[in-house]
């Protein structure tokens, strides 16, 4: 008898930027989130101070975080708005003493391309637009010049969809693939979201969690951000800090669709469950 069935045929893609690889099909690589923000749903206001978030992002990669990815303005259902003097006031000084502090990859979570610049000239490797650069249209432009890899997000207002959900999805991102690829982004530097907790049902999210393969069939990177998200509070009935365990469930189910990375606030138990997933489907 073999388990053939459960393994993982997904080509190899190398990534280098800034003295920094990521073989992506080898692993599944972490990303741990550090939101500086007073009103994020899961942990707002717990990392505001730059001491607390640094300590913070170190106990992360001491876990086994191959990404820091640094937030500073809440994309919950009805969060505040704030200006991009508030928000890099918030997550640049962090930016810098994390560059300089430690050895860290440093994702910058911001829909601003004047954000994510600042952040680039500071220590950022990777920016992670929730909006797909489809929203700033000088995001692609600011990412094309460094030649800063993209995570590109599937968003919407509503959650509504004219037709197939999947293939909506899809089609947004492969709009986002072509303004990054005519803006002259190498294609070795995007990364796909399709965006669960955004513009989607609780249902409509465990439909996608089911069906991730589809988005993974695009032929790039693909990383999943669920970690304690209202999906699994839902089918839980659980408050955010102990929807770890449901995150873990989601955290496999995405590995053995072939996703690349995990987004999640619980570092050290994504990462083993990482680690056991990958050891029996990518072998």
């Known amino acids: 008898m ?8 997904i080509e190899k893609r190398r990534i280098s930027f800034s003295g920094h690889n990521i073989n992506f099909g080898e692993r599944t690589y972490i990303m741990g989130i550090l939101n500086v923000t007073p009103d994020s749903f899961s942990d707002g206001g717990d990392f505001v101070s730059i001491d607390n978030a640094i300590a913070r992002a170190k106990e992360m990669l001491e876990q086994g975080a191959d990404i820091i990815d640094i937030g500073g303005e809440s994309s ?15 997550v640049i000084p962090v930016i810098k003493r994390l560059s300089k502090e430690t050895k860290a990859i440093i994702s910058l979570d911001t829909i601003r391309s004047e954000v ?8 950022v490797h990777i920016i992670n637009d929730i909006w797909g650069l489809q929203r700033d249209s000088d995001m692609v432009k600011i990412a094309a010049k460094y030649n800063t890899p993209v995570i590109v997000m599937h968003n919407q207002n509503g959650t509504e969809y004219k037709g197939d959900m999947i293939d909506e999805i899809k089609r947004f991102l492969k709009e986002s693939i072509r303004i990054a ?6 294609e070795d530097r995007i990364i796909l979201d399709p965006g669960i907790g955004f513009g989607k049902t609780s249902e409509q999210n465990m439909a996608l969690m089911s069906r991730l393969r589809e988005i993974r069939d695009l032929g790039y990177p693909v990383l999943l951000g ?7 509070g839902k089918i839980l009935d659980l408050p955010p ?8 469930t989601t955290t496999v189910i995405g590995i053995m669709q072939g996703i690349d990375i995990v987004r999640v606030h619980d570092v050290k138990e994504n990462l083993r469950a990482a680690r056991v997933t990958d050891a029996i489907v990518r072998g």
């Open 2 to 9: 073999t388990n053939s069935g459960i393994k993982l045929n």
């Open 76 to 90: 919950r259902p009805g969060h505040t708005n704030i200006s991009s003097e508030e928000e890099m006031k918030r």
């Open 116 to 123: 994510a610049e600042e952040g680039i000239k500071n220590g």
């Open 181 to 186: 690829l005519e803006s002259g982004l190498q």
């Open 226 to 232: 669920t970690s304690r998200k209202s999906m699994i």
């Open 241 to 248: 800090k102990e929807r770890v365990e449901g995150t873990l």
